[in-house]
């Protein structure tokens, strides 16, 4: 029987999980585990996915990207979505399922991937955004933080912005995106690399909001990123802002 | 010592709340008893909050309104939100605070309500919206809604718009606003009366909701209305959707 590759599109609010991959016996609950948990129970067979990004704790995704072989498929590839949304907890959605040739892998075949990290900039805080935005009650110069993220820009040795203690072949990364949006009272800060670096994208965000501040000099940026000292970086904000946007193959 | 009327515009999540008033004695927490329990431990004697609504478990607001009677206070009136957001759970926040005339009373000082069901109208549902808006998959016909909705518009007995069984001394309420709007995916039911009969918002959007699908003409709500039968109105829709947006005074 020949079997198919199938590729999902998966959106999820990460508030009450314990990240995206399994951890066997730990008890806590996974993205990896309820969607892995609905595809078997569809399926009637064991399913086993592998996702694009480790998402952590508390981070959300609205194009997190998984695969899986399979070698039948009860239902139809369109119909998969409507499927499995109906086996899964409402706060993790299939949102696409397609057919991908045998040699497609969520995460060695990405290219790029995009993350946002959300700021709620108003003095108050709001019970509606609260699981989706750090609420920065400080004024932030969002022009200074956008002229300091251009800095990131390019292929760069990112150790400055790396969880200290992280066994990784190599901190360089190629950023080809990064910049710093202002609709109203939110802030978005988006990034895309070729890969990034564990907690990468909230170091740099907590690092910008220092420069929002005025804390730091938007130039100030250039000399930490080429101290390759995470020391010099500003602090590793919290998950609740962050977005795995987009994966590209 | 004089005693100050103190008048609160509160938002919050109703997700994880047993309605906004209290129960004694049920171990179910309000919004009520989270604000009465921050208020009180700020002035240090026990404060009792009058609420201009009872919202219903899972119902939220973004313009509650609460008063409250104290002799004395320790912070000045313009740091209260963020004294009292400070003991407050996230999900429940003041957003200011006000000194009002002796007789103001939350509830009968109120002169009319705005509340306002959202409605997310796609294929798929959306992890981000799951806890504020209403999922219809179907195909909805907001003209169609609107023009519905206008019926509703000025004084009537909503007798049909009333969960069954619930003593009341009229039925008659004026509605001086019904609206149907879509936003992209979104649609936003806006209903302003001087007063809203229990689940009279729900039942009011369950019908709607028929409309928009055309299982009810737009003409049928006024036949529906001028009935004063229950059954002949659409079903309560869940309260997710539904959030105090404003009171008037």
Known sequence: MKVMNIKLTVAYDGTDYHGFQEQRGTGFVTIQEVLEKALSKLAK??????????????????????????????????KIPLAVNALLPGDVVVLKAEKVPDEFHARFSAVKKTYVYTILNQRLPDPFTKRYALHEPRPLDDDAMNRAAQYLVGEHDFKSFQAQGTPVKTTVR????????????????????NGFLYNMVRIMTGTLIQVGLGKIKPDDVKLILESRDRTK?????????????????
Chains 1, 2 share one sequence.
């Not at 064991?46 to 899986?68: M, P």
């Not at 190629?174 to 690399?193: I, N, P």
């Not at 609740?240 to 590209?248: N, R």
């Open 45 to 78: 067979q064991r399913i086993q996915v592998t996702g694009a990004g480790r998402t952590d704790s508390g981070v959300h995704a609205k194009g997190q990207v998984v695969n899986f072989k399979s070698e039948s498929w009860p239902v139809p590839l369109d």
């Open 233 to 249: 970086a500003g602090p590793t904000v919290p998950p609740q802002g962050l977005c795995m946007e987009k994966v590209y193959y």
């Open 174 to 193: 190629k950023l080809t995106e990064a910049s710093v949006k202002r609709d109203g009272c939110k802030l978005y800060l988006r990034f895309t690399a």
